[in-house]
């Protein structure tokens, strides 16, 4: 009966890629010429953070970004599927504030791409928590619609509700240093016996500074969380 009413459905909605409707072959997938326009994330990259560097250098087997080998990376590793450009841009704002919710399809199916050359070991699945007000106001946290079928694909139970978070202005326009004054303080960990002794893989959609997987990651160890992990579905790439 399910597979009827897939059909059905299959019918008269057929299948079309969520940025321009082309016709593809599943509901969800890009189709070929929007694939391509997006700067995914390969090899060589940052073991630690992902950070990609260009494709003709050989930086061995383990590189290292700056920010890394400096060890300044607050997270034990974190990965994301794209870089924030103009064309990741035009999928990201609609689903993050246009109500484009179908986006989180491909978005995270990109982003279990991403984690293919990682050891996916943590114990809960955690999306960024978004305020109260902001969520009523928009009506759904982005982060909890990519790490849904994440959680679903790798058997790893979702926590939605064990932090909170403080409602603070948006960080849109601000510099690094203004992003981690304004993240400071505005998480809390509610259910301390869910975090102690766990290993967190957050999930979120862009990742810009890097300030709120920091602050995250802060109030969760000091909770006794044991690790904390990231993925995000594109990141803000600067020259380091």
């Not at 279990?112 to 928009?138: G, S």
């Not at 759904?140 to 959680?151: E, S, V, W």
């Not at 509610?190 to 957050?202: N, T």
Request: with cysteine; charged share 25%; proline share 6%.
């Amino acid at each position: 009966m399910v597979k009827i009413l897939h059909k059905i459905l299959e019918f008269l909605f057929p299948p079309a890629c969520p940025l321009c409707d082309t016709p593809v072959s599943t509901h969800g997938e890009l189709c070929a010429a929007c694939w391509t326009e997006i700067n995914w994330i390969e090899n060589p990259k940052c073991v630690k953070c992902g950070y990609p560097f260009p494709a003709d250098l050989d930086l061995g087997g383990t590189p290292l970004c700056p920010v890394c080998a400096s060890d300044m990376c607050e997270l034990d590793w974190i990965r994301s599927a794209c870089v924030y450009d103009d064309a990741s841009r035009g999928a990201m704002l609609p689903f993050k504030h246009g109500g484009r919710i179908q986006y989180a399809r491909f978005m995270s199916r990109a982003m279990m791409w991403a984690l293919r050359d990682v050891k996916i070991d943590a114990d809960i699945i955690m999306p960024v928590p978004l305020a109260t007000r902001r969520l009523f106001k928009r009506g759904y946290n982005q982060a909890t619609l990519l790490a849904r079928p994440i959680a679903r694909a790798t058997g790893i139970k979702i926590d939605h509700d064990s932090v909170r978070r403080k409602y603070r202005e948006d960080m849109g326009h601000k510099s690094a240093r203004e992003r981690a004054e304004n993240i400071r303080g505005v998480f809390s960990v509610v259910r301390p016996d869910r975090i102690r002794g766990k290993k967190i893989l957050l999930v979120d959609d862009v990742m810009t500074s890097g300030a709120t997987f920091s602050e995250l990651r802060r109030v969760l160890i000091r909770a006794g969380a044991v690790a904390v992990y990231g993925i995000t579905f594109c990141r803000v790439v600067r020259a380091i």
